[in-house]
């Protein structure tokens, strides 16, 4: 039976702010709750799947734009804009989360 569990969810969309201090942990930690949760909590699935395909999507866009350094320096704009999407969307997703809204995650669609 699945249960409702708003701050587990609000946790796991946070949890992504672990890259700002591991470098990694952004993707084990909500990774790890999502494969341990997703049967017992109410639209865990559904969000978990949405972290990790925005974390996928983060990290392509990150290779790419190494390289792009070398090009004028726009991999560097790049790379600020990443940060700064990896920084705003998990905020606002478990603020939505909280709020009972829908979530939305911009950028690449692998999980279905």
Not at 58 to 73: H, N
Not at 81 to 109: C, D, H, M, T
Request: net charge neutral; aromatic share 8%; hydrophobic share 55%.
């Amino acid at each position: 039976m699945l249960r409702e569990d708003k701050n587990l969810l609000m946790v796991t969309h946070l949890s992504q702010l672990l890259d700002l201090v591991t470098g990694f942990g952004g993707f084990i930690v909500p990774l790890i709750l999502w494969l341990t949760q997703k049967e017992q909590v109410l639209g865990m699935d559904e969000h978990g799947k949405a972290i990790i395909n925005f974390q996928i999507s983060l990290f392509l866009l990150a290779l790419i734009c190494i390289p792009a350094i070398f090009l004028l320096g726009l991999g560097i704009l790049g790379l600020i804009g990443i940060s700064i999407l990896g920084l705003v969307y998990p905020i606002l997703n478990a603020i939505r989360v909280s709020n009972g809204e829908p979530i939305s995650y911009p950028l690449f669609k692998f999980l279905k």
